[in-house]
């Protein structure tokens, strides 16, 4: 069976770091490409990564890029996502999921057909 | 400009047909996913490229693009489709944008 299962959200101080794990099963996690997208009540579905299939290319939200940092580990089948310097309005649900689709240099143009239930994360003092 | 509009609810009686929106410059040109989010579940693929949709999802779901809207239809609502529907495009200049989501009352 197909699934995604991420972990590692907590409760952190602004200017903290976390990092987020996605656990892939009934797949190869490093032969596809795989996104983090965070979800609020409020501004309901933000992007913030992608990495493409060969782990070569990494891609950030503009709110994001030079604080997170998607990885992944291949022994492990497993997605990371490292936050550091953590603001307040980084808190949300953050959910990894599968990208399919046919441009392997553009991974960011990849639907999500597989997503995770997330993990929660929220920053406050 | 890279802004996906949705409204934020629709409301629909059961049977009924629901149809949501999502708009945006030229949004015809490009290729437009759509996903539902339950609460406390994965969200789900509901249809890509337009109007294509993952064999698990039923036939009621159909989808259309052009001009400066597309937009999602599900035909003879069931008090299941109740849930957020968020649309999605992706450039080569913001990646991934995502709308605001629609939510999806069944009556």
């Known amino acids: 069976q197909v699934q995604l299962v991420e972990s590692g959200g907590d409760v952190v101080q602004p200017g903290e770091s976390l990092r987020l794990s996605c656990e892939a099963s009934?797949?190869?996690?490093?032969?596809?490409?795989m996104f983090w997208v965070r979800q609020t009540p409020t501004k309901g579905l933000t992007w913030v990564a992608v990495?493409?299939?060969?782990?070569?290319?990494?891609y950030y939200s503009a709110f994001f890029r030079g604080r997170f940092s998607v990885s992944r580990d291949s022994s492990k089948n497993t997605l990371y996502l490292q936050m550091r310097s953590l603001r307040p309005t980084d808190t949300g649900v953050y959910l990894c999921?599968?990208?399919?689709?046919?441009?392997?240099?553009?991974?960011?143009?990849?639907?999500?057909?597989?997503w995770g239930k997330g993990t929660t994360v929220t920053v406050s003092s | 400009s890279s802004v996906l509009i949705q409204p934020p609810s629709v409301s629909v009686a059961p049977g009924q047909t629901a149809t949501m929106t999502c708009g945006g410059d030229d949004i015809g040109s490009k290729t437009v996913r759509w996903y539902q989010l339950r609460p406390g579940q994965a969200p789900v693929l509901v249809l890509y490229d337009d109007t294509a949709r993952p064999s698990d999802i039923p036939e009621r779901f159909s989808g259309f693009n052009s001009g400066a809207t597309a937009t999602l239809t599900i035909d003879r609502v069931e008090a299941e489709d109740e849930a957020d529907y968020y649309c999605q495009v992706w450039n080569a200049r913001d990646f991934v944008l995502f709308g605001g989501g629609t939510k999806l009352t069944v009556l």
């Open positions: 999921a599968r990208g399919e689709g046919d441009a392997p240099a553009a991974p960011w143009s990849y639907y999500m057909d597989v």
């Open positions: 009934g797949f190869t996690l490093s032969t596809r490409v």
């Open positions: 990495i493409s299939s060969d782990g070569l290319d990494k």
